[in-house]
């Protein structure tokens, strides 16, 4: 099953998912298992040895997520970050050189800075949204990825995808994107020119916050065999339970973000509307930087909202912890609303780095309860 042949909620609930054969289940079985009985030495039983290497219900999950992306291959990991580290590993050396964004993810800044730079891998944090400004910072011979985020964490920055990849590819270098918050539902950038998709699974694709996991999504067979290697090598692979759990999310994924998006849309028209709302970031406002680039390259803006509050720290703090309905938690993408401090949860670790967020600064992961709710609980959060 192809995204050629069918449509994106089809192939999230049938893609590398066929009925059992030897049961007729209609749902991928939990192939709780390590290792597998061979046909004689040296000969796999339908491409398993050993769970690491390979596992069945990883394998529904790869694919699925392959077909979704519109990639050639899929690759299922422990973690986001775990997924990252593996392709930075695979497609960089040491003295390599990579251009990441200016605001991007706490923790994938911390895998540069504290992690990769020590094993030799230096990086430039540019303005994505700005071409010029990353044209400036490649390093000719030396930058072999720009790394980008769009819509950004926690500041919902706009990259182009397709003009970005036209500068990586002038570069010889890769264009990886983090899809995490746009979801393949609303965005598919592998199709604009992207190389490589990267995603946190913990998020929309996994949608109700009870498994962690990470996944690429590859264009050219060669690079995915490369990445599956190592995969296998590094060892940080999602487990099947995890697996299964990720392929469950996506099957509703679809209709989940639809209302995440009418939610925090109208979330985001209270907020422009609220006097001690200062700021506020949203990708589907007419006043939104990179708006129009948004609106060219996804389907609707997503669920993620950010803003800023009068008053400074303090504010923005009483804020998080007056919220009730929005839970104060790290994370998003489930079904359920959650409120935080980026400052001082989330990207904590880029206070006092070129990548630091505002300190008044608020995010919401929208869910999707009933709207008005969610509109009653932030008055009573922003209330004096």
């Not at 009870?210 to 999504?217: K, M, P, S, T």
Request: hydrophobic share 40%; glycine share 10%; aromatic share 6%.
């Amino acid at each position: 099953m192809t995204a050629n042949q069918h449509g994106f909620d089809t192939l999230a609930i049938h893609a590398g998912q066929e009925p059992d054969p030897s049961t007729g289940a209609v749902v991928p079985p939990i192939y709780q298992v390590s290792t597998y009985k061979q046909d004689g030495v040296g000969g796999l039983r339908r491409g398993y040895e050993y769970s690491r290497s390979a596992n069945p219900t990883r394998t529904a999950l790869e694919e699925c997520l392959a077909a979704i992306e519109g990639g050639s291959r899929g690759l299922a990991f422990a973690s986001g970050l775990a997924a990252e580290d593996t392709l930075l590993r695979t497609v960089c050396g040491p003295g390599d050189h990579v251009v990441v964004p200016d605001d991007a993810y706490g923790g994938t800044y911390r895998l540069f800075a504290k992690v990769l730079q020590r094993w030799g891998l230096d990086h430039t944090p540019a303005r994505l949204t700005d071409p010029e400004a990353v044209r400036a910072a490649i390093i000719p011979g030396r930058t072999k990825v720009i790394w980008v985020e769009t819509p950004t964490n926690p500041l919902l920055g706009i990259a182009d995808i397709a003009a970005l990849a036209a500068i990586a590819h002038a570069a010889e270098a890769l264009l990886v994107v983090d899809n995490t918050f746009a979801s393949p539902y609303l965005q598919t950038p592998l199709g604009l020119g992207a190389d490589v998709v990267v995603h946190s699974t913990t998020k929309y694709l996994g949608g109700h916050s009870d498994v962690v996991g990470g996944a690429l999504v590859v264009v050219d067979e060669r690079l995915g065999d490369d990445l599956a290697y190592h995969q296998n090598a590094m060892g940080a692979v999602a487990g099947p339970f995890d697996s299964f759990l990720v392929l469950r999310g996506i099957k509703t994924l679809a209709v989940r973000m639809e209302r995440h998006c009418d939610n925090a849309e109208r979330i985001a028209e209270l907020l422009l509307e609220h006097p001690r709302v200062i700021e506020v970031r949203y990708p589907g406002l007419a006043m939104h930087p990179g708006h129009e680039v948004a609106a060219k390259q996804m389907k609707r803006f997503g669920g993620m909202v950010s803003f800023r509050v009068d008053g400074g720290v303090e504010a923005a703090l009483a804020v998080c912890e007056r919220a009730s309905l929005f839970t104060l938690g790290e994370s998003l993408g489930g079904v359920e609303s959650l409120i935080e401090h980026p400052g001082r949860m989330t990207h904590a670790s880029v206070a006092g780095s070129p990548l630091e967020v505002p300190d008044d600064l608020v995010r919401l992961s929208v869910g999707i309860e009933t709207l008005a709710d969610l509109e009653a609980d932030l008055r009573k959060a922003l209330a004096t």
